[in-house]
């Protein structure tokens, strides 16, 4: 079994911050790249921002400057600081993993079931 588990949505008002978290546990044997992902209403889900297990970051243009994606490589948890939050980024976030279980195994994706965030305005 492989779990991503995230925490760390809610609700908040505009201008406010949120952290999220989210932790890969069970059978692993090597993650590349950790990831955030979301999903509005009627809206396609799209990439927020992902991270290497290097540590190299890259964000979708509308998040720069607002959100850091972090990552404990020891823990297999990824982070998402979200600062100045606006409405518009309501939405449920997933966390992805592209990972091997086994050392011959191919790389999959993984993903949590999602946190909901909520800002209003």
Not at 12 to 21: N, Y
Request: some cysteine; glycine content about 12%; charged content about 15%.
């Amino acid at each position: 079994q492989l779990h991503l588990v995230e925490s760390g949505g809610g609700l908040v008002q505009a201008g406010g911050s949120l952290r999220l978290s989210c932790a890969a546990s069970g059978s692993i044997f090597i993650i590349r790249a950790m990831g955030w992902y979301r999903q509005a209403p009627g809206k396609q889900r799209e990439l927020v921002a992902a991270i290497t297990s290097g540590g190299s970051a890259n964000y979708t243009d509308i998040v720069k400057g607002r959100f850091t994606i972090s990552r404990d490589n020891r823990k297999n948890t990824v982070y998402l600081q979200m600062n100045s939050l606006k409405p518009e980024d309501t939405a449920v976030y997933y966390c992805n993993a592209n990972l091997k279980r086994t050392i011959l195994g191919g790389w999959n994706d993984y993903w949590g079931q999602g946190t909901q965030v909520t800002v209003s305005s």
